[in-house]
């Protein structure tokens, strides 16, 4: 072999030896990327179930309370609640609670799921209900709807679970 064609393999191994480094720091800088991006989706995911639950609660507590006015600020102006009675808007639900003659007392345990699209959740629960007239379990579920940095309600159907029949 020619002292011409040894430095030319030389040459071309050196630069097969870079190719390499640098595909496999490439590979490794984009895989730490994804990684980060995935668990930054998490924490994101993470912080908008705590804010939806904090909401979810505060919603709870005020129409157990008869608070118009919280319910009015957590129910966007779309809202329509659903069960076995059929189907209301915002309004006539607020009508409902304002016309209610004592607040309800009442302890829950909520057993809960997720589904994010965007803007939009999904929430399914299972609530464990106990009030002055017993236990009651209902099936609902919760669609919200991020304004900003704040989840509003659009649409809630619960069914009670477990009337015999």
């Given at each position: 072999?020619?002292s011409?064609?040894?430095v030319?393999n030389?040459?071309?191994e050196?630069?097969?030896?870079?190719?390499?480094w640098?595909?496999?720091?490439?590979l490794l800088t984009?895989?730490m990327f994804a990684?980060?991006?995935?668990?930054?989706?998490?924490?994101?995911?993470?912080?908008?179930?705590r804010?939806?639950?904090?909401?979810?609660?505060?919603?709870?507590?005020?129409?157990d309370a008869?608070?118009?006015?919280t319910l009015s600020?957590?129910e966007?102006?779309?809202f329509?609640?659903?069960?076995?009675?059929?189907?209301?808007?915002?309004?006539?639900?607020?009508?409902?609670?304002?016309?209610?003659?004592?607040?309800?007392?009442?302890?829950r345990?909520?057993?809960?799921q997720?589904?994010?699209?965007?803007?939009?959740a999904?929430?399914?629960?299972v609530?464990?209900a106990?009030?002055?007239?017993?236990?009651?379990?209902?099936?609902?579920?919760i669609?919200?709807v991020r304004?900003?940095?704040?989840?509003?309600?659009?649409?809630?159907h619960y069914s009670k679970v477990?009337?015999?029949?």
């Open positions: 072999m020619s011409g064609a040894v030319a030389e040459r071309s050196e630069r097969m030896f870079t190719m390499r640098t595909l496999i720091t490439l984009v895989s990684g980060g991006q995935s668990a930054s989706l998490a924490s994101t995911r993470t912080q908008d179930e804010a939806i639950i904090q909401q979810r609660d505060t919603l709870l507590k005020a129409y008869g608070d118009v006015k600020e957590i966007d102006d779309t329509t609640l659903a069960g076995d009675f059929g189907q209301m808007t915002k309004q006539q639900h607020l009508d409902q609670v304002r016309r209610r003659e004592k607040p309800q007392v009442v302890s345990t909520i057993d809960n997720f589904r994010f699209y965007g803007n939009v999904l929430l399914t629960e609530d464990h106990v009030d002055a007239e017993g236990k009651a379990d209902f099936q609902t579920t669609l919200w304004h900003g940095n704040t989840w509003r309600v659009t649409h809630m477990n009337d015999k029949p």
